[in-house]
């Protein structure tokens, strides 16, 4: 038995060998080690896949990432990921993680390896079948350029384009305090953060600004293209301002009555200036109250 075991190695890293000089997976030397593990008649079947966590968002300056970002899914049973490298399309150069950075304009694609655990073995049609799923479907899966074996599959992604970055900068607008820029893609979705700055005296964080446009935290946001900073401003505002004039008058005491009487709406920066009094998150006549008081 031993012996039959030796052979088949043998013969797989002879197979390797004389795919490397075709198949994209000759990278490292994790493969041939790879290769002698072989499935064993009464191992399991393993007929689905599912691996998520590939940031395919690639633009200048990334820091190149490995699998500790990558997860199987929450049910999986049976396999691990054992690799992931990118693969810089125009030079066929393995990047280094944590120490290479993608650039902008350059071309990727990454190799992801997976392994069945000892005692299961993968369906060899999943991957044609498309149960080899990668972030929710088989969509970013180059399927001609991906390998499967009884224990293991090589994944291959499609080419994926390094765009601009882009840095979003929050200005406190004269506020105690700091928040981390965040490094994205042009052209991205993100979510704005919550505000970290310490409100000025006498002020509450209304919204972000960006030029003349403003956003919640918590809102989507698509970050402009070919941009190399954006940045952001917290607007505060005093609570009971409800016009936002500057001032706490009459007036604004007017419009929460009238929002309370259901004949005008709140914006939702209004709504956080409107919760005057400090009981969470009703508005009521104690709001109101509170504004007349402070007039
Ligand atoms: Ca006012």
Redesign the pocket.
Known sequence: MKNVKKLYAAAAALFLAAAANTCAFAYGGEKAENAIVLAEENDQSITAVEISGLDTVLFGEKAVYDKSELSVGEDAVGYSISSLVWIDKATGRQMKANTDSFTEGNEYYALIGIRADSGYRFDLDMLAAGAVGLNGSAALIDINESKIEEKEIRICTKTITATNSITLKFNGSGAEGSMEPIKTAGGQKIVLPECAFEAPEGKVFVCWKAGNSSAYPGDEITTPENRAILNIYARWEMPG?????????D??AKYLLKYLGGTVSLTRAQTRLAMVTDDGENIDMLDVIAILLIR
Do not use: Q
């Open positions: 301002d409800i016009d936002m004039d500057g001032e706490i008058t007036k604004d």
